[in-house]
């Protein structure tokens, strides 16, 4: 993978975690330049130490941090933090919900099947 594409994944991660530059630049140990230039392709982040560092404050393997994600199978999830904003979601709906909510829920259920969300 060239530094170009490894920034563009870096960048991707960072934005999808929720992270500014800063935030994730101080987490690694490294100046909010450096980051910069990371993401920007212009520097390259090849030496072991700095994916690393990447991975673990972005919580995602390596295999996926450079594009060679790991084949998925409904027991595994790569996303733990994704897992989490969907079940703190879920967990925002009322438990006593009346006749009229489940007619709700079934429409939202219907759609989102044909639109191809999966579970």
Known sequence: MNDRELGRRVA???RRRGLTQQILA???GRSTSWLRKVEAGVRSADRLSAPDSLCEALNVDLQTLIGEEPARSGTV???DAQVEHIRNAM???ALDA???DLV???RQVAYAA???VQA
């Open 91 to 93: 967990e925002r709906y």
């Open 26 to 28: 101080d987490r690694i």
């Open 98 to 100: 009346g006749p009229g």
């Open 114 to 116: 044909c639109a191809g």
């Open 104 to 106: 709700r829920l079934r």
């Open 77 to 79: 999830c790569i996303d």
């Open 12 to 14: 991707y991660w960072r």
